[in-house]
């Protein structure tokens, strides 16, 4: 199968269910956290007792979380969708698969946000890339049949973009 036959606005949509389920869990634990800093058990007894400075550094974590899942939700709900041909650099949006991942119908898909999203869509596997990761930061502006080389981990990645849509 080609990636033209993997629709990038079903993709999205799937993006956008799963940061809004990964955003209401993270709502429901700021709230129980928010609960927990403020709950009468939570008072300090002693100079030594550290709960309620606990909760409040958890109550914080967790806020950050949920703007940070708001940011990702509203990038994805405003993204504008392109299509790509050997023509175009390599950019948001865009479906890229490498020489090594063609047998695997393995795709890379460069989003705003949501980064290690997988996720398989008409038997094709598709991984997000943000364009600040480090793949992600090979593939940008580069064209279809360009070669690429990217330090993951202790090794490097030397291989072609095969495919970009």
């Known amino acids: 199968m080609a ?10 949509a799937l993006i956008i269910k799963d940061l809004k389920q990964k955003l209401l869990q ?4 700021a709230n129980e956290a928010h609960a927990s800093a403020v709950d009468d058990q939570s008072v300090a007894e ?19 979380r949920v703007q940070v899942l708001q940011e990702a ?43 290690g999203f997988r996720c398989q869509l ?6 997000v890339l943000t364009p600040k990761s480090p793949m992600g930061l090979v593939l940008m502006g580069e064209y279809n049949g360009e070669d690429i080389e990217v330090m993951l981990g202790d090794g490097k990645l030397t291989d072609t973009i095969a495919s970009v849509h």
């Not at 949006?93 to 705003?112: E, N």
């Not at 008409?122 to 991984?127: L, M």
């Open 73 to 115: 939700l509203l990038s994805y709900q405003m993204l504008t969708l392109v299509d790509f041909d050997e023509n175009k650099p390599i950019a948001l949006s865009a479906l890229v698969q490498l020489y090594a991942d063609s047998k695997k119908q393995h795709w890379f898909f460069i989003g705003p946000a949501a980064g």
């Open 26 to 29: 993270a709502i429901n634990a």
């Open 46 to 64: 002693t100079q030594y007792d550290t709960l309620a400075i606990e909760a409040s550094y958890l109550a914080e974590g967790q806020s950050r």
């Open 122 to 127: 008409n038997e094709q596997h598709i991984t």
């Open 3 to 12: 990636a033209k036959e993997i629709d990038k606005k079903t993709l999205v």
